[in-house]
């Protein structure tokens, strides 16, 4: 403990240090913390000025060989592949080949007399079409998607669904909006996905180490995903990529991202009235556009700079990737350990771009992940109790918490997670993921009231959180 204290001592002191320390410098040094700390294993690019200041890759790309992480390891992009998906859509329509006021009956007939007939390509470009995500399915994950589907009959699995508002009048992150994106497409072509992505946008501009994947594939260089767990790490679980066709099948590297950036920062792919449409900021407080979050980025409490981001997670991965138009900037993470503090990594990297001051504290999640481990869960939130106390030293990531009480329920150590859990609801009463995870651990205690309370703390957050609708309608109709 002690040693980690002195480390994160002596970081803050060298950050601030020395002025003339260059930039990437202080980025390195940035990384190097994290990576010591268990919280980053992968590769990191960060541009200023359209010019890559930094680049580098850390931990293993395979834990069982020993094989390091290098810059360009391929890693899978989970989410980050709906940026790709918009953008292939909008060289659709800039070819003419798709209308963004057309709706999905237009172009799939299957649709018609189904609740998102009339939705338009626009609104399932901005998640506005009212189409629910797959997570209105309770065992969705272990029942679905593990299977291989043909596109037809994973349509089939949601087709009938109700929308969940009037399209257009509201925000709600639909995945299964973009397969649908990626379904016309096939359709309207002729072309599989994967080709279409290939043609029309890696080969364009040089994306060698980019594609879409299927687990019976071999690519080289590729990392393989892990979790982060008790004392140690677990390998990724599996899903087939058949059912993220669209949303997250892709995988890439840091300078094919970079690559990618470029391509819309100079109109390569698109023209300027669609890249402009792109990057419009959409109904707040979202403010998603066509496959960005246009809004400022906080990188301290008081600074925050206009930016294009999308966060990936899938088994094993998470990738984040913030665009700074106003400095033509990038900041790329690709990581293959999960979960980490995606905005606390990136956040700080652009504090270094800034030339702010960055005081790195030990996360208490880490200790707390360990402490779980060896003296179980009681343990762990007394000594979080003393952590939170002590600012100077120690800082809490409430979605690293929050993930610590979902592994314990997956591991289905329902106690435990029920401790942790509990210690979160308190700590972080205005997260609704926060509700919804204490709603689940005490509807598997069989809890049942609780987990009612819960769910309906959640949806006074936020009110369109199906998950929390569909858990509460589920226990309220077996009173």
Known sequence: MKSYLIFASLFALILNSSVAQSKKEKLDELMKAYH????????????ENGKVIYKAAFGLANREWDIPNTTDTKFMIGSVSKPFTAVLMLIQVQKGLINLDKTISDYLPEFSNKPAAKVTIRQLLSHTSGIPNYDIIKDFFPRISRQNFAREDY????????????????????????????????????????HLMKEDIFDKIGMNSSGSYFHTQIINKRATGYDYSFGGYTSLDFRDQSNTMG?????????????????LSTNTLLNKQLTAEMFTPG??????????????????????????????????????????????GLIVILCNSSPTDFFGITGNLAKVL??????????????????????????AIEKYKHMKTDSAHYYTDWISMNFLAEQLQTLKRHEDARIIAENNAAEFPNRDLVMVTMGNIYSALNRKADAIIFYKKALAIYPGY?????????????K
């Open 155 to 194: 349509v089939n699995i949601y087709i009938d669904s109700s929308l969940v508002f009037e399209p257009g009048t509201k925000y709600a992150y639909s995945s299964w909006g973009y397969f649908t994106l990626g379904y016309i497409m096939e359709r309207v072509t002729g072309k599989s996905y994967s």
């Open 466 to 478: 199906e998950e929390a609708k569909n858990k509460l309608k589920e226990l309220e109709g077996n």
């Open 283 to 328: 109904i707040r407080p979202a403010q998603y556009g066509y496959g960005w979050f246009n809004k400022q980025f906080k990188y301290t409490p008081t600074d925050s700079v206009t930016s294009n981001f999308h966060l990936g997670m899938t088994e094993g991965f998470i990738s984040f990737v913030v665009r700074i138009p106003s400095t033509n």
């Open 247 to 263: 949303t997250g099948d892709l995988y890439s590297t840091v300078d094919d991202i970079f690559k990618f950036h470029t391509a």
């Open 36 to 47: 010591n700390y268990n919280m980053f294993d992968g590769s990191v690019l960060v541009a």
């Open 354 to 379: 800034y030339n702010k001051p960055i005081h790195l504290k030990q996360p208490v999640h880490k200790v707390i992940e360990k402490l779980i481990a060896e003296q179980g869960a009681l343990k």
